[in-house]
């Protein structure tokens, strides 16, 4: 089976939160072993096939670009855009790496006090319940802040300084996708999915 190494599928969970781009050979394997389905976007909407089911509308509906099929032996079959997986066991979510540019990415490099946009040069993380005050560093207490924003609010908690946050730090229970996103290529069927994950919905 060749995949050209252009193609790449968007796998979800099963709650279909984006989680990973694979390439076509390791789609192809989750799909025949049956640990995925195709999410196929048509004017309906977005249909859920099952393998044999997506060999059929291979054949029915062949791609319009030659280079969107794979080549078996005696199958020709479209390369899906998107895959949902059955289990999560089968592809485990990474560890996110507790990191500045994952927690920038995680508030979309927003302040997280007065909200604006800032590059990541112009941002700092801020401790919400501060080091001196037992404060410590975890997703759930470090946020993106503004260098403005955090030297107002320096070595007291959010109320003190009249300052209020506007979302309360987490976990990110998946992975972030902009890193992903930036050396991949954007296919427009994934946009609806990565909106979802980059808003953290
Ligand atoms: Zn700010």
């Known amino acids: 089976m060749d995949g050209r190494p252009k193609h790449r599928v968007l796998v979800l969970n099963r709650l279909w939160q984006a989680v990973n781009i694979v390439a076509a050979p390791r789609a192809f394997s989750l799909l025949f072993q049956e640990h995925a389905c195709v999410i196929h976007c048509d004017d309906s909407g977005y ?25 078996t032996v005696r199958l020709k079959i479209r390369v899906p855009k998107i895959l949902l997986l059955k289990s999560y066991d089968r592809l485990p979510v990474k560890e996110i790496r507790f990191t500045r540019q994952n927690l920038f990415e995680r508030d979309g490099y927003v302040c997280q006090y007065c909200g604006d946009l800032f590059g990541p040069r112009e941002l700092n993380l801020d401790h919400v319940i ?72």
């Open 47 to 71: 249909m859920v096939y099952g393998i044999d089911e997506w060999l059929l509308y291979s054949e029915e509906n062949p791609a319009r670009h030659e280079g969107d099929h794979i080549h």
């Open 130 to 201: 501060p080091r001196e005050r037992g404060g410590r560093t975890t997703w759930e207490n470090i946020t993106t802040s503004c260098q403005r924003c955090n030297s107002r609010k320096a070595n007291r908690l959010p109320h003190e300084a009249g300052m209020r946050l506007l979302r309360k730090p987490r976990r990110p229970s998946w992975r972030p996708f902009v890193s992903v996103a930036a050396r991949d290529r954007l296919d427009d069927a994934w946009t609806h999915f990565l909106h979802l994950s980059h808003n953290g919905r």
